[in-house]
């Protein structure tokens, strides 16, 4: 299988010095492209800025914030057989990024900020792609509603949703816990290592692309 996999944070410019971004480590995208590889997938990682290692076997495109991250994906979804949006992916970015830094000149300062375009939702609306498509969703309440709503909504087959709000899972921890949410059942996968939830995530993608075919 060919598979695109999204992960790790975006950053968003302020300024030449400055940026918004969020706590994504990118373990878990890069543990799915490590594991994916291993089983002798054909793996592209676009990955926002992390401080880890490039798995093995995997190709690469860096970039930075949530354009760049639209852009290659629009230019390279083509041609995966299932892509995976582990990424956290600012949704918003400041309206106008200042060419310069921006000095202290008084006591309070107002951001603008503007919508980011939704890339794992433009994955069947813009894009048309018609592989396997899996979601994530970061949640700190309803983390089945939540999920529901984002799977029927971006027209995913699945959504591995996980509960950001809990401590030693989610955001940069080595662990997570997750609920995989298809159309029409759930599975409650137990706290473990994200090496060993991303074996049966990508058993998951397996299955769910042998049965398209
Ligand atoms: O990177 P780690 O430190 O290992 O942490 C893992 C994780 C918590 C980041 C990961 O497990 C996770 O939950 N990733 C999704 C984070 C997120 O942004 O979730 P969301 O519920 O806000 O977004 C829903 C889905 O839409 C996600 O698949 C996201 O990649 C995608 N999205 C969101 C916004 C946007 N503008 N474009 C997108 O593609």
Do not use: W
Not at 106 to 122: A, F, K, Q, W
Not at 145 to 161: F, I, M, P, Q, Y
Not at 173 to 196: C, I
């Amino acid at each position: 299988m060919n598979l695109l996999i999204t992960a790790g944070p975006t950053r968003e410019a302020i300024d030449p010095v400055r940026y918004l971004t969020n706590r994504s480590s990118g373990k878990m995208g890069y543990a799915l492209a490590e594991v994916a590889a291993r089983h002798g997938h054909k793996v592209l990682l676009v990955s926002g800025p992390t401080s880890l290692d490039l798995p093995p076997g995997v190709d690469f495109l860096p970039v930075e914030s949530a354009a760049d991250m639209f852009d290659a994906v629009r230019n390279q979804i083509g041609k995966a057989d299932a892509a995976v949006f582990a990424a956290a992916v600012a949704d918003y970015r400041p309206a106008a990024p200042s060419a310069e830094k921006i000095k202290k000149t008084s006591e309070t300062m107002t951001l603008e900020l503007v919508r980011n375009p939704d890339i794992l939702g433009s994955a069947r609306a813009t894009f048309h792609f018609p592989g396997v498509l899996v979601g994530f969703a970061a949640e700190t309440d309803d983390l089945e509603a939540n999920a529901r709503a984002k799977l029927e909504k971006k027209g995913c087959d699945l959504v591995v949703a996980n509960d950001v709000s809990r401590p030693g899972i989610g955001f940069d921890s080595d662990h997570n816990e997750v609920l995989l949410v298809y159309p029409d059942r759930l599975e409650p996968l137990a706290r473990d290592t994200k090496d060993r939830l991303a074996h049966i995530i990508l058993d998951a993608i397996v299955e769910l692309h042998a049965s398209r075919a």
